[in-house]
């Protein structure tokens, strides 16, 4: 038998080390990507259920906003601000400097046959 027997070469043993890094690495960052909703984005799928909320037929009701309370995260506040031009309506405890954000442009019925452009906005803070 020789003595070189279960030997392997500098250069295929870092290649390996190498290989078995990179896998832990990557698996490390999908299970990070995976995990549940942290506080930076709270916004967006909150902002989601409030237009679904407040929306009939693709065009904003602000008499519905009322109805959005419930839309937040458990444990979170929650403030709901739709804008046109001309006029403003809001939902909420005042808004808090350090609360996630999201907003979208959508259309407002102001009466029958009015609908004008506007914006959603939510904020959300623990």
Do not use: I, K
């Amino acid at each position: 038998m020789s003595r070189l027997r279960g030997q392997v070469e500098p250069l295929a043993a870092l290649a390996a080390l190498f290989a078995v890094c990179v896998g832990l690495s990557t698996y490390a960052v999908v299970l990070v990507d995976t995990g549940g909703p942290t506080d930076r984005d709270l916004a967006e799928p909150t902002l989601a259920a409030v237009h679904d909320d407040v929306t009939v037929r693709g065009v904003v009701h602000p008499a519905r906003l009322d109805r959005t309370p419930g839309d937040g995260p458990a444990g979170a506040r929650l403030n709901v601000s739709l804008a046109t031009g001309e006029r403003r309506w809001a939902v909420g405890p005042v808004v808090s400097a350090h609360g996630d954000r999201a907003s979208r442009p959508v259309s407002v019925r102001l009466g029958p046959g009015r609908v004008r452009a506007g914006n959603l906005r939510v904020v959300v803070w623990r």
